[in-house]
């Protein structure tokens, strides 16, 4: 609905050029610049700060106040009350489902936990000490070719087994990611275990000896998954709208979306935390370390502090910071050496000018870092935990955009380099 219009008027134009102002139900209102471009410009807005490349009613963020909710419902509540295979299914259909209906999708969820064996001759291609994320972004890739049967994205059948099977089988895929990794035998779902424990039995379990999974910490995985499940449009999830708007099947959406959450600045922020710690290695050394974040001429930065939207504090770090005390004081570590410099920074940055004038709050990043590291889960696993917990809502986002009318995306750019020039003369 048209709610208002605006009018830019450009130095040398005769006319200004009319715009339509967009109002949501919550949040910013939107200039539709179409018209640009009938008017032969483009707009310039690099790393897209200002730019809504869609309509969407999946999740909605208020940065300035803190505020994240799952179709309407707060992260906070969710958290308390809802688990992630629960809120999987509130992305995923939009509304919470009832007991029966929660049992039921549980259920489908449990049937699609293995993954077809030719996946381990994929793990067998790979270096036995290759990094989960690169093994995560090809097996899933890979998964294109095992699903011929369900693979039509224009049937919404088809797009919901996918995103049934994609919920169902990422913590397999991560699980066998890190068991590659250490070298031991690939452990099979336990059906008969909810979501997260069943991703802790194939993490920690062997098949000599199944470890007892600790309620605790079973709680603390759900709770890092259900965080992770969703946040509207950052880097891997437009990533993923992006490649699914050329019509790519599903499995290779999701490859990309891996892809680009690797990076430290997006999800390689938790496994970025540890390895920071572990630099600054020394509560003594944390003085420099701030010192360093500071200097403009240094590319160093707190890992794990500042986000893109939230200029005032993460929701989400807020209800992970509380479970990582429990979770610390469960396995009686307080006093392990680098969760206390990471208590250390985390005050110092809250109280220090620099920090708080930029707004530069602790991230959800900062507090799963620890939690999975108490956890005893390998750093490099970090971001392979992250991407599974994500997987509902880039598949979300893609079956929202295949649902409506969509086009391919297409940016445009400022182009800065030669003007047209002769090929030279050979000589
Ligand atoms: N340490 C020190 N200074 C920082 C930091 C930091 N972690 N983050 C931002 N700044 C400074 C930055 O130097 C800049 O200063 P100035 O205005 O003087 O040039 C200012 O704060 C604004 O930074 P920006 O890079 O323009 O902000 P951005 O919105 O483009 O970047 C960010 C957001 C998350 C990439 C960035 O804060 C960062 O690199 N943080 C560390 C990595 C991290 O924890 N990432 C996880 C994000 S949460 C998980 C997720 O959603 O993926």
Redesign the pocket.
């Known amino acids: 609905m048209t709610d208002r219009k605006a009018s830019l008027s450009i130095e040398g134009n005769e006319q200004p050029i009319e715009l339509n102002v967009r109002s949501g139900t919550l949040g910013q209102d939107v200039i539709e610049i179409a018209p640009l471009l009938s008017n032969n410009y483009f707009t310039f807005d690099p790393?897209f700060a200002t730019t809504a490349p869609c309509e969407s009613e999946i999740t909605y963020i208020d940065g300035a106040n803190g505020v994240l909710l799952h179709r309407g419902y707060p992260i906070e509540q969710l958290a308390a009350n809802s688990d992630y295979l629960e809120t999987c299914y509130l992305l995923l259909n939009g509304e919470l489902p009832d007991d029966k209906t929660k049992t039921e999708f549980e259920n489908i969820i449990r049937m699609h936990t293995m993954v077809n064996r030719s996946l381990e001759n994929f793990f067998s291609g790979f270096r036995h000490d290759a990094h989960p994320m690169a093994m995560l972004c090809g097996v899933v890739g890979a998964m294109s070719s095992f699903y011929h049967d369900s693979m039509d994205i224009t049937d919404p059948t088809h797009r919901l087994i996918t995103a049934h099977r994609l919920i169902a089988k990422m913590p397999t895929l991560a699980a066998m990611c890190h068991k590659h990794y250490v070298g031991q035998p690939y452990m099979y779902p336990d059906n008969s275990l909810s979501y997260a424990e069943n991703f802790l039995h194939m993490m920690f379990g062997t098949p000599c000896e199944d470890k007892e999974i600790n309620p605790v910490l079973a709680k603390a995985m759900d709770l890092i998954f259900l965080l992770h499940a969703d946040?509207e449009q950052?880097?891997s999830t437009s990533t993923v709208r992006l490649a699914g708007s050329s019509g790519a099947n599903p499995f290779s959406c999701i490859a990309a979306g891996i892809a680009a959450l690797w990076g430290?600045?997006?999800?390689g922020?938790n496994q970025?935390?540890i390895e920071m710690l572990e630099q600054i290695g020394d509560e003594k050394n944390i003085d420099e370390y701030v010192k360093r974040?500071?200097d403009?001429d240094d590319p160093f930065?707190?890992?794990?502090?500042?986000?893109?939207v939230y200029k005032n504090f993460?929701p989400r770090a807020k209800v992970m910071k509380k479970t990582c005390d429990e979770v610390l004081s469960e396995l009686g570590l307080e006093d392990d050496r680098l969760l206390k410099i990471a208590k250390r920074l985390e005050k110092i940055a809250l109280e220090d000018d620099y920090f708080v004038e930029?707004k530069?709050y602790p991230?959800?990043?900062?507090y799963s870092g620890i939690i999975m590291k108490a956890i005893g889960i390998p750093t490099e696993m970090f971001t392979a935990i992250f991407a599974t917990g994500r997987t509902v809502g880039w598949i979300s986002h893609w079956n929202e955009m295949i649902s409506n009318p969509y086009r391919i995306g297409r940016p445009r750019q400022l182009y800065k380099g030669h003007k047209q020039r002769d090929y030279p003369a050979k000589k």
């Not at 930065?301 to 893109?308: A, E, P, Y």
């Not at 991230?363 to 900062?366: A, C, L, P, S």
């Open positions: 790393g946040h950052n880097a430290p600045a997006h999800g922020a970025a935390v974040a500071k403009k930065r707190l890992m794990g502090f500042g986000h893109r993460d930029k530069l991230n959800v990043d900062f």
